[in-house]
C-alpha cells in the first residue's frame, strides 16, 4: 500500500482546509487510514483515525470539535476536513495506513505500517 497527500497550504486563521490523503495496492481498503501531524519542534502527534469500514473513527481530544475523518473506499481516498484554522495547527500533516484498526491504542504511530510523504498545512494569525 502507498499512499499520497495532499490539499496542505498556506491560509489565515479561522480558515477551513480539506487533506486528501489517496491510497493504492490491491489490499489498500483493508486498512484503517488515519492522519498525523508535526508541528515545528515538537514530536509527530496523532490526529485522527478511520476504519476500513468508514464507521468507526478516533479523534486526538484536542482536535475533535474542528476535524472530521472520512473515507471514500470507492475513491481509495480518506479525507481530514478542518474548520476553523488556529495558528497552533500549523504542521506537517502525515497519512497513516495500518493492517487493523484498534480502539485502544489508535494513537501509537509506532503501530501504523505505512506513511504518506507529508502535506505542510500554516496557518497566519
Known amino acids: 500500500v502507498q499512499l499520497q497527500a495532499s490539499g496542505g497550504g498556506f491560509v489565515q486563521a479561522g480558515d477551513s482546509l480539506r487533506l486528501s490523503c489517496a491510497a493504492s495496492?490491491?489490499?489498500?481498503?483493508?486498512?484503517?487510514l488515519g492522519w498525523f501531524r508535526q508541528g515545528p519542534g515538537k514530536e509527530r502527534e496523532f490526529v485522527a483515525l478511520v476504519s476500513f469500514s468508514g464507521i468507526n473513527k478516533r479523534y486526538n481530544d484536542s482536535v475533535i470539535e474542528r476535524f472530521t475523518i472520512s473515507r471514500d473506499n470507492a475513491k481509495n481516498t480518506v479525507v481530514l476536513q478542518i474548520n476553523s484554522l488556529k495558528p497552533e495547527d500549523t504542521a506537517v500533516y502525515y497519512c497513516a495506513g495500518r493492517r487493523s484498526y484498534d480502539s485502544t491504542n489508535y494513537f501509537i504511530k509506532g503501530l501504523y505500517d505505512v506513511w504518506g510523504q507529508g502535506t505542510q498545512v500554516t496557518v497566519s494569525s
Open positions: 495496492g490491491r489490499t489498500a481498503n483493508s486498512y484503517a
